[in-house]
C-alpha cells in the first residue's frame, strides 16, 4: 500500500469516524430538542386547558350575573305592571261602587248597617254618619230606621260610621277603610313564578 492509498483509506476511516460520531452528535442533539419541544407541548396544552377553564368560568359567571340583571329587570318589569294593573283595578272598582251607589239596593245596605249599629249601641247614644254624597238619602233612611242621622264633613266614599262615645265605640262600615284595606293586601296570584 502506496502513501497515498494510506492516506487515501485514513482520510475515509476518520471521515466515516466523523460522519458517525456526527450523525450520533445530531441524532443526541435532536432527542434533547424533542424532549424539549414535547415537555414544551405538554405545557403548552396544560396552559390552554387551563384558560379554556378559565374562561368557560369567567363566561359562566357573566352569563349567571347577566340571567341576574335581566331577571331583576324582569322583577322590576312585572311590579311596575301589577301596581298598574292594581291601580287600574282599583279605579274599576270604585267606579262599580259609585254605580252601586245609585241602587236601591246600596240603600238597602245602609238600612242595614244603620239598624245593625243601633242594635249594638242597645240604647246607648249613638250617632251615625253618613257619606255627604248620600246626603239626599237622608230623609228616606231615617224615615225607614227611625234613627236621627248626621251628615259627616268627611268623605268615606260610601256606607255608615256610627260612635258611641260612652263607650268610645267607631263602628265603621264605609267603603274607603275597606277598599284601603284591600287595596293594601291586593296581590296578583298565580302563573309562573307569580305570587
Same mark, same amino acid.
Given at each position: ?24 452528535i445530531m441524532k443526541k442533539h ?32 357573566? =352569563? ?8 331583576? *329587570? &324582569?322583577? !322590576?318589569?312585572?311590579? #311596575? @305592571?301589577?301596581?298598574? =294593573? ?8 270604585? *267606579? &262599580?261602587? !259609585?254605580?252601586?251607589? #245609585? @241602587? ?65 265605640i267607631l263602628i265603621d262600615h ?22
Amino acid at each position: 500500500m502506496t502513501i497515498e492509498e494510506k492516506i487515501s483509506h485514513l482520510q475515509a476511516a476518520a471521515m466515516e469516524e466523523a460522519r458517525t460520531e456526527g450523525n450520533a452528535i445530531m441524532k443526541k442533539h435532536e432527542d434533547a430538542l424533542m424532549g424539549v419541544f414535547e415537555q414544551h407541548r405538554i405545557e403548552a396544552t396544560r396552559q390552554s386547558e387551563m384558560r379554556v377553564k378559565a374562561e368557560r368560568v369567567h363566561a359562566k359567571q357573566q =352569563l349567571n350575573m347577566a340571567m341576574s340583571k335581566a331577571q331583576l *329587570e &324582569l322583577k !322590576r318589569e312585572l311590579g #311596575k @305592571t301589577q301596581k298598574e =294593573l292594581k291601580k287600574e283595578l282599583f279605579r274599576e272598582v270604585e *267606579e &262599580l261602587i !259609585r254605580d252601586f251607589m #245609585k @241602587t236601591e239596593e246600596y240603600k238597602r245596605l245602609l238600612i242595614e248597617y244603620i239598624n245593625k249599629s243601633a242594635r249594638f249601641a242597645d240604647g246607648a247614644a249613638i250617632t251615625i254618619y253618613i257619606n255627604p254624597t248620600d246626603e239626599d238619602k237622608k230623609d228616606y233612611l231615617e224615615e225607614h230606621t227611625g234613627m236621627a242621622l248626621t251628615v259627616s264633613k268627611e268623605d268615606f266614599i260610601g256606607g255608615v260610621r256610627a260612635v258611641i262615645r260612652e263607650r268610645n265605640i267607631l263602628i265603621d262600615h264605609a267603603f274607603k277603610g275597606a277598599i284601603e284595606k284591600e287595596y293594601r293586601e291586593f296581590v296578583f296570584r298565580g302563573g309562573a313564578g307569580v305570587e
